[in-house]
């Protein structure tokens, strides 16, 4: 198994674009997650999902869309992207029997000028 | 809503020596798990130990064991024989509920070995 997988591993963009970060798992997880870490910082949590069609919004939201049509993917858009976003994202996944174990991609550093 | 507290931003500790380090957190759930993550230079996030808030006996793993004192609110980790491979980032993590919500993360502590 490739765990969670998480493409690109960096990014640069200009202020005003937008782009999706990729997420997937391989583990027939059911929820998953997107945080984000800002330098110094612990993750603060963007959205979350727990199955195909379903999501909900976490601590920071604002300036972000997310998409859950299977259970492996779990992308998530940036809109009109902004400094205030330059951080490193996580996507995790974990699973109903896990006792609470999330299980991390290895995250996409993103750089907005 | 819970928050976490890790009061040591920074902390350093000679190889083969034990350190602990301090996290608090606050909830009004009585039904939770509490994570200690490390994060190494490679960025990548690994679960070092786990603790169910039910369980009275501190979880161990290997060189890596809990003080668990849940009237106080206190969660702190201890490293035992430290490894310059124990260099990182460590954070404390709180989940609500019986598993599968999102975890809330302390600020993390900067742990450094030194030969």
């Known amino acids: 198994n490739a765990g969670v997988t998480q493409t690109p591993k960096f990014r640069i963009l200009k202020i005003g674009q937008s782009m999706t970060l990729q997420c997937t798992q391989d583990?027939?997880?059911?929820?998953m997650y997107w945080y984000r870490q800002d330098p110094g910082m612990g993750l603060k949590l963007i959205y979350y999902s727990v199955g195909a069609g379903i999501t909900d919004k976490g601590e920071v939201p604002n300036g972000y869309n997310v998409s859950r049509s299977t259970t492996e993917d779990f992308p998530l858009r940036l809109e009109l992207a902004a400094p205030s976003q330059t951080s490193v994202y996580f996507c995790?996944?974990?699973?109903?029997?896990?006792?609470?174990?999330?299980?991390f991609g290895p995250g996409t550093r993103l750089t907005v000028t | 809503a819970q928050t976490v507290t890790q009061s040591q931003p920074e902390m350093s500790v000679q190889e083969a020596e034990t350190v602990t380090l301090s996290c608090t957190y606050d909830t009004s759930e009585s039904n939770y798990y509490l994570f200690w993550y490390k994060q190494p230079p490679s960025r990548q996030m690994i679960l070092v130990i786990r603790q169910e808030a039910y369980k009275q006996q501190n979880a161990t793993e290997n060189r890596f064991s809990v003080n668990f004192q849940k009237a106080a609110k206190s969660f702190s980790l201890k490293i035992s024989d430290s490894q310059l491979g124990d260099t990182a980032m460590y954070f404390c993590?709180?989940?609500?509920?019986?598993?599968?919500?999102?975890?809330?993360f302390g600020k993390g502590t900067r742990l450094s070995v030194i030969a």
């Open positions: 993590a709180f989940m609500r509920g019986s598993g599968n919500t999102p975890l809330v």
């Open positions: 583990m027939n997880h059911n929820y």
């Open positions: 995790a996944s974990s699973y109903l029997q896990g006792l609470g174990e999330q299980y």
